[in-house]
Nanobody, 125 residues
């Protein structure tokens, strides 16, 4: 199983980025997907998640209304659209896969089975 993130970069405050995570070696629609992030000196935290069908999503409070998670099972890809970015959103962003056709999003790191290598997002003027 391999998860590969892309789309990170440097953006000014108030700007937007869209992260993508492509999965290979797995039956993608058997997995819930999540995005986590880790800022320097901080623990990795849950950002957003989406169940296998795409019909249920969850977000951490600090990104609600600004970030949107979505998935395209035909392309084995999950996305994170990030708008109105703030300097405190600066972090390495990871996607993760949780095996199971659950009805609820999991938001705890250890519940995820596979992880990508991460992509850097820097919000700075």
């Amino acid at each position: 199983v391999q998860l590969v993130e892309s789309g990170g970069g440097l953006v000014q405050p108030g700007g937007s980025l869209r992260l993508s995570c492509a999965g290979t070696g797995l039956t993608f629609n058997n997995y819930g997907m999540g995005w986590f992030r880790q800022a320097p000196g901080k623990e990795r935290e849950f950002v957003a998640g989406i169940i296998w069908s795409g019909t249920n999503t969850a977000y951490t409070d600090s990104v609600k209304g600004r970030f949107t998670i979505s998935r395209d099972n035909a392309k084995n890809t999950v996305y994170l659209q990030m708008n109105s970015l703030k300097p405190e959103d600066t972090a390495v962003y990871y996607c993760a896969a949780d095996l199971g056709r659950r009805t609820a999003v999991r938001d705890v790191e250890y519940e995820y089975d596979y992880w990508g290598q991460g992509t850097q997002v820097t919000v700075s003027s």
